[in-house]
């Protein structure tokens, strides 16, 4: 990652892909770029592209997937902050998301709703884009709602919780 120039950051990754069940990582890849600016005093706007590829042992096929991002980020003040995003892989639509996080100095207390909406119907190959995407298979469009909550007590104790719910576009293909 570089330094700010006036606005601008830039920053260039890769590496290669971590199988856990695979035995060899022979023909993967991984490696992206983005660039982010911050605008204001607190905002800061982003864009990145990555690229996967994933050769794949025991009979699954082989894939490679560009993935395109925009992100956002406002730092309110110190305690409030609202972060958004929105995802493509290729030219479908992966994930649509908001999230507003909130973290008491004076209580401790530190909450994070989060708005998220999977448009279109995703089935990628490649396991970083889901770890579970092999078990589960095809993800209808959804809609996600996510609370959580965690107080701190005292130095070494805290007591949290949370809650998600999630809703399909469409109820008949939650089969």
Known sequence: ???????????????????????????????????????????????????????????????????????????????????ASASWVDTRDRLQQVMATYNSLEWGLTGSLRAARQNGVADFETSEISPYVLIQGTYAPYYQFTLDLHQPIGEKFGVGGGAD????????VAG
């Open 1 to 83: 990652r570089t330094k700010r120039w006036n606005t601008l950051a830039l920053e260039v990754y890769g590496g290669i892909p971590t199988h856990l069940f695979e035995s060899s990582p022979r023909g993967d890849a991984f490696g992206g770029a983005g660039i982010d600016s911050a605008l204001l005093p607190g905002l800061v706007i982003g864009a990145d592209y990555y690229y996967i590829r994933d050769e794949r042992d025991q009979g699954l096929p082989d894939s490679a997937d560009n993935v395109y991002m925009t992100r956002g980020t406002y730092q309110a003040n110190e305690e409030w902050r609202i972060d």
């Open 165 to 172: 719910i999630r809703q399909l576009e469409d109820s008949s």
